[in-house]
Nanobody, 120 residues
Framework: QVQVVESGGGLVQTGGSLRLSCAAS????????MGWYRQAPGKQRELVGQ???????DYAESVKGRFTISGDNANNTVYLQMNNLQPEDTGVYYC??????????????WGQGTQVTVSS
């Protein structure tokens, strides 16, 4: 079994910063990708950013230049540094991990989500 745990959400004013952390643990052989998604009230869950095979990064257009994703592949951990936060960044942020387990099969795991609220 694999667990994905996020931390670091909270309330911040417009223009402020937050750093989210996510750690995957359990029977992990390797981590293919880890990333962050968010879901605002009444909207679909969307990709914010991801890091693939510990190297390549992808970002949503709306966060480019403001958010930075980084990872510690050895510890199956990913971070999301969010700067110049705007009210439209408000939502529940979910960590996603694409993991090859000890059975060598690949599974998709989600964290429980952490709330980010940006006040105007």
């Amino acid at each position: 079994q694999v667990q994905v745990v996020e931390s670091g959400g909270g309330l911040v004013q417009t223009g402020g910063s937050l750093r989210l952390s996510c750690a995957a643990s359990g029977r992990i052989f390797s981590t293919n990708a880890m990333g962050w998604y968010r879901q605002a009230p009444g909207k679909q869950r969307e990709l914010v950013g991801q890091i693939i095979n510990g190297g390549r990064t992808d970002y949503a257009e709306s966060v480019k230049g403001r958010f930075t994703i980084s990872g510690d592949n050895a510890n199956n951990t990913v971070y999301l540094q969010m700067n110049n936060l705007q009210p439209e960044d408000t939502g529940v942020y979910y960590c996603n991990a694409v993991v090859r387990t000890m059975t060598l099969r690949v599974y998709n795991y989600w964290g429980q989500g952490t709330q980010v609220t940006v006040s105007s």
